[in-house]
């Protein structure tokens, strides 16, 4: 019987291929959260680390719509928070709160952040997820809530805060503001973004219609270790790869 031909991680000759690579895979998230109707006028942004500097991300131009963006288009951003790569503006809040998160946490190589319709609306119940379904699962015991709404994030400080409540897990909901996932890849923090939107619509619908029934808590764990690694993460998002860069190759540009 022959090996079965299925995705694997990827592995690279040069850090100017893996930083390539990395960038497609930012341009296709920002495309596919167009898709999705994750875009809100100037608002959401996801980052990846640079995998020759690490204390630089790359990141979408402020004001460009997440459907139009291209690799070309991306920025690089240093520590401080000033363009080191391309000639277009960042957006305050996502460096006040990617700065931070990315310097807290060694181990996330992308972080993506978006005023979602259903993460918003979920973010105003100040609760976390249930595990209601399947898919929310991914998110059981590994999710926050930051409950201390202040305005637009423009201080790193405040991005501090954040990337604290966050620690170690995959996931927070920002009240009264939206979602914010991470992964050690673009691909692992975007489908979490996806899933988890999702999941916040799914039970928002469930608690409109009635009295909806919780997995148990054992099943929930184990659910989790079944769907909620960072592989798994990194998987569930080629198909949708490989969709938006056949509908829409222009993004690798």
Not at 21 to 40: C, I, N, T, V
Not at 68 to 73: L, P
Not at 150 to 169: N, Y
Request: aromatic share 10%; charged share 20%; with cysteine.
């Amino acid at each position: 019987m022959s090996e079965l031909d299925l995705p694997k991680l990827p592995t690279f000759e040069s850090v100017e291929d893996e930083r390539h690579h990395r960038k497609q895979r930012l341009a296709s998230a920002f495309r596919l959260f167009a898709h999705y109707g994750f875009d809100e006028g100037i608002a959401g942004h996801i980052t990846v680390r640079d995998p020759e500097f690490p204390d630089c991300f790359w990141v979408n131009p402020f004001g460009m719509y997440f459907g139009h963006i291209r690799v070309s288009d991306l920025v690089l951003v240093n520590h401080k928070g000033e363009v080191v790569k391309g000639n277009k503006p960042v957006n305050t809040a996502a460096f006040a709160i990617h700065s931070q998160i990315h310097q807290a946490r060694p181990d996330v190589q992308a972080a993506a952040h978006a005023h979602s319709l259903y993460g918003k609306a979920w973010s105003t119940l100040g609760r976390l997820l249930d595990p209601l379904t399947q898919d929310a699962c991914a998110f059981y015991e590994d999710h926050a809530l930051f409950n201390d709404y202040t305005g637009v994030v423009l201080d790193t400080q405040e991005g501090k805060r954040i990337a604290d409540t966050l620690g170690a897990r995959k996931a927070i909901i920002l009240c009264n503001h939206g979602l914010l996932t991470v992964g050690h890849s673009v691909d692992e923090a975007a489908w979490w973004f996806i899933t988890m939107d999702r999941s916040c619509q799914a039970q928002l619908m469930a608690e409109a219609a009635g009295d909806p029934m919780l997995i148990d808590s054992a099943t929930a764990r184990l659910t989790y270790g079944q769907i909620g690694s960072h592989t798994i993460g990194w998987f569930s998002f080629q198909s949708l790869y490989e969709k938006i860069v056949r509908q829409e190759p222009d993004l690798l540009d």
